[in-house]
């Protein structure tokens, strides 16, 4: 099972869109900052399972501001991350609250910064941002899933290239 993981696109798109088209996962997770753009993405791929939680500058009130989710039985924490207190070097209190969940994995966004890490037993990444990055390229994260486990993290480009690279 293939999984892409987005944040912070505030409002464009397109480049999500490319990516789904190209990589044809069987899911796809956003991370907020514009949750709504989600939905462009399940108006163009109506048979993509979407997951998505609200950012700082999403006010849907329906959207959760964290989740679990179990793609392939892996349990992944999803947050934005402005409530757990993230900095553009630090996850804040993700790994911990990844962990209280028995999540094996947590993915946050909010600072627009790529970064993978593990703490408290718990792999934690930021894909970055797929369409305003900070320090980096555009890039999104893209998690593959055999026999109900994590097995490969892999931060890409907007164009799919590989930046970086962990087995699980």
């Not at 892409?4 to 798109?13: E, K, M, P, T, V």
């Not at 998505?52 to 392939?72: I, K, S, W, Y």
């Not at 993230?86 to 993915?107: D, K, N, P, T």
């Not at 990444?125 to 486990?149: D, K, V």
């Amino acid at each position: 099972m293939k999984v892409l993981i987005f944040a912070d696109s505030h409002g464009y798109n397109m480049a999500m869109a490319f990516a789904v088209d190209r990589e044809e996962p069987d899911a796809v997770i956003h991370l907020g900052d514009h949750a709504e753009d989600a939905r462009e993405i399940e108006r163009v791929f109506p048979a993509m399972p979407i997951c998505r939680v609200r950012g700082n500058n999403d006010f849907d009130p329906e959207v959760p501001l964290n989740a679990v989710v179990t793609p392939g039985g892996v349990r992944i924490y999803i947050t934005h991350g402005h409530r757990e207190r993230v900095g553009m070097l630090s996850s804040g209190i993700v790994s911990q609250r990844a962990y209280e969940e028995h999540c094996a994995l947590a993915f946050f966004g909010h600072t627009h910064r790529m970064m993978l890490e593990r703490e408290n037993g718990v792999w934690v990444c930021n894909p970055g941002s797929i369409s305003l990055p900070r320090g980096g390229p555009a890039s999104y994260a893209r998690l593959t899933i055999e026999n109900g486990r994590a097995t490969l993290l892999e931060l890409v480009d907007e164009d799919g290239s590989l930046l970086r690279k962990e087995s699980l």
